[in-house]
Structure formats: structure tokens, C-alpha cells
């Protein structure tokens, strides 16, 4: 298993115990869900010694519906350019060991790689071989890409934050906050979903979708907009956005969701 999700893993068990215990003292005798504060935030221990570099690329999308990045831990931040008609990328690549010498090492094999899939760019960090115990790697990413490119993002641990797209999106994610700024084409799809972090969405007033939003530990709340239907809950609404012509679907174990309309 990476060590990333192993040291996560725990972690969130640990998050989970914390949380639980936190709510044992406030259950009401009326079933009512105690108001549960949202879990800490995880933070890796960071090694002694660090080496970096950093990188770019350019990669044409003529022809691409969709860009999809897989990464580890490190932060990810996608912006949206109506006259983009490449994607851009640039970013550093860390890696923490016990001794500068193998840090430096190991940092040479810490890859991002991009691939030419038939309708998709596909970028994705490529950790070296072997066992990895007590290194650290990390891959920071800031992304250009044309607005009405749609994004499909696997991360593990970091905040990812998608700025002004105008097309279909998904984002899972273990640990870190979401934020998105996005506008949802006519019957596409928002998919965001982090177990320990909170998500922040903002939508244009005219959005129509069906919408669910649900977290375990935290709050939903929604401003400016008018859900129709549906159900709502101190941890969950959904309901219909305008005529429901497309899909919204928000969703963290511990965190709240903050849903805006402009």
C-alpha cells in the first residue's frame, strides 16, 4: 500500500474514534443527531531533509473530452481559461528522507507523467519502486486547462481546488478540503466527495440539476439558491435545481459542505 494511505488510514480511524467520542456526551434522549464538530485536520509529519525541483508541461487537447489526473499528496489547483487550447502545467516535486543524499535520490525517480488516452489526457504521479517507509514524497500541481475541458481527479491527501470550469467534473479525494467554482453544462455532472475535509461549491443561480448533499460529521448549507423537493436534514438536503437537467452530488464524512449561488 502507498505509505501516503497507509499513515491515512490510521489516521482517519483515529479521527473517527476522536469524533464519536466527542459526540458520546451530547446525544439527545430525542433521537435528534447531536451537532458534531467536524474532525481535525490530518497532517503528515514532514522529514528533515527535503529535496525539490521543480517542472512543466504542455499538452495539446484538440479533440479531448476530458482531462483526468491521479496523484498522492500534495496540493492541486485547476484553473479554467476560456481562450486555454492546451493544458498547462506546472509544479514542484519533494521528496522528505532521513539524509539529504537520499532524498535527492529517491527525488529523481518522483515522476508526473503525462498519456495520450483516445479522448483523454491523462497525468498521473509515479512514485518509486520499493519499499518507502520514513520518505515523503510530494507532488504540487497548478493546471491550465480550456474551460469546457471536463475533470476527473483521484487524489489522496491535499486541498484541490477547480476555478471557473464549464463542463463536467469529478473529484475524489481521502483527506483534504474541496473548492470549485464551476458551471454545469446542460445534463452534466458534479461528483465531489472527500472523507475528511470540507467542500465549498459555488454554482450560478441558473444551475439545473438534481442535487444531493450529505456529510457525517458537520453541516449542508445552502445560500442562494432554491432546492426543490426533496428531503433536508441537519446532514443531508436534496432535492431540484431549476428543471433537474443534470446531476450534483456532494458528499465528506467529517466536514461541512457550503453550497453559494451567483
Same mark, same amino acid.
Given at each position: 500500500?502507498?505509505?501516503?494511505?497507509?499513515?491515512?488510514?490510521?489516521?482517519?480511524?483515529?479521527?473517527?474514534?476522536? %469524533?464519536?467520542?466527542?459526540?458520546?456526551? /451530547? $446525544?439527545? $434522549?430525542?433521537?435528534?443527531?447531536?451537532?458534531?464538530?467536524?474532525?481535525?485536520?490530518?497532517?503528515?509529519? %514532514?522529514?528533515?531533509?527535503? #529535496?525539490?525541483?521543480?517542472?512543466?508541461?504542455?499538452?495539446?487537447?484538440?479533440?479531448?473530452?476530458?482531462?483526468?489526473?491521479?496523484?498522492?499528496?500534495?496540493?492541486?489547483?485547476?484553473?479554467?481559461?476560456?481562450?486555454? !487550447?492546451? %493544458?498547462?502545467?506546472?509544479?514542484?516535486?519533494?521528496?522528505?528522507?532521513?539524509?539529504?543524499?537520499? #532524498?535527492?535520490?529517491?527525488?529523481? /525517480?518522483?515522476?508526473?507523467?503525462?498519456?495520450?488516452?483516445?479522448?483523454?489526457?491523462?497525468?498521473?504521479?509515479?512514485?518509486?519502486?520499493?519499499?518507502?517507509?520514513?520518505?515523503?514524497?510530494?507532488?504540487?500541481? !497548478?493546471?491550465?486547462?480550456?474551460?469546457?475541458?471536463? *475533470?476527473?481527479?483521484?487524489?489522496?491527501?491535499?486541498?484541490?481546488?477547480?476555478?471557473?470550469?464549464?463542463?463536467? #467534473?469529478?473529484?475524489?479525494?481521502?483527506?483534504?478540503?474541496?473548492?470549485?467554482?464551476?458551471?454545469?453544462?446542460?445534463?452534466?455532472?458534479?461528483?465531489?466527495?472527500? %472523507?475528511?475535509?470540507?467542500?465549498?461549491? *459555488?454554482?450560478?443561480?441558473?444551475? /439545473?440539476?438534481?442535487?444531493? #448533499?450529505?456529510?457525517?460529521?458537520? !453541516?449542508?448549507? *445552502? @445560500?442562494?439558491?432554491? $432546492?426543490?423537493?426533496?428531503?433536508?436534514?441537519?446532514?443531508?438536503?436534496?432535492?431540484?435545481?431549476?428543471?433537474?437537467?443534470?446531476?450534483?452530488?456532494?458528499? !465528506? @464524512?467529517?466536514?461541512?459542505?457550503? $453550497?453559494?449561488?451567483?
Amino acid at each position: 500500500m502507498n505509505p501516503i494511505k497507509s499513515f491515512l488510514h490510521v489516521a482517519l480511524w483515529a479521527v473517527f474514534g476522536l %469524533v464519536l467520542l466527542t459526540g458520546c456526551d /451530547s $446525544v439527545e $434522549v430525542n433521537n435528534e443527531p447531536p451537532n458534531l464538530p467536524p474532525g481535525p485536520a490530518i497532517e503528515i509529519p %514532514v522529514p528533515d531533509f527535503v #529535496a525539490r525541483a521543480s517542472f512543466s508541461m504542455e499538452i495539446p487537447v484538440a479533440g479531448k473530452a476530458l482531462f483526468r489526473l491521479k496523484a498522492y499528496n500534495g496540493k492541486i489547483q485547476i484553473k479554467c481559461l476560456a481562450e486555454a !487550447t492546451s %493544458v498547462t502545467i506546472t509544479g514542484e516535486r519533494r521528496v522528505g528522507a532521513d539524509s539529504m543524499e537520499e #532524498a535527492k535520490a529517491y527525488l529523481e /525517480s518522483l515522476e508526473v507523467r503525462a498519456e495520450d488516452r483516445d479522448d483523454e489526457v491523462f497525468v498521473h504521479t509515479i512514485h518509486p519502486e520499493g519499499k518507502n517507509e520514513g520518505r515523503q514524497y510530494t507532488v504540487d500541481y !497548478t493546471i491550465t486547462i480550456p474551460q469546457n475541458l471536463a *475533470v476527473a481527479i483521484d487524489h489522496v491527501n491535499g486541498p484541490v481546488s477547480v476555478d471557473d470550469l464549464h463542463a463536467s #467534473a469529478s473529484v475524489t479525494l481521502i483527506n483534504g478540503d474541496i473548492e470549485g467554482a464551476m458551471t454545469l453544462p446542460l445534463n452534466g455532472g458534479i461528483d465531489l466527495s472527500t %472523507v475528511n475535509g470540507k467542500i465549498d461549491l *459555488v454554482l450560478p443561480v441558473s444551475t /439545473s440539476a438534481k442535487f444531493t #448533499a450529505t456529510t457525517g460529521f458537520g !453541516t449542508v448549507s *445552502v @445560500s442562494n439558491l432554491n $432546492v426543490k423537493g426533496g428531503s433536508s436534514a441537519p446532514r443531508s438536503l436534496n432535492g431540484t435545481l431549476g428543471a433537474g437537467e443534470g446531476t450534483i452530488a456532494l458528499h !465528506t @464524512s467529517i466536514g461541512d459542505i457550503s $453550497v453559494t449561488g451567483k
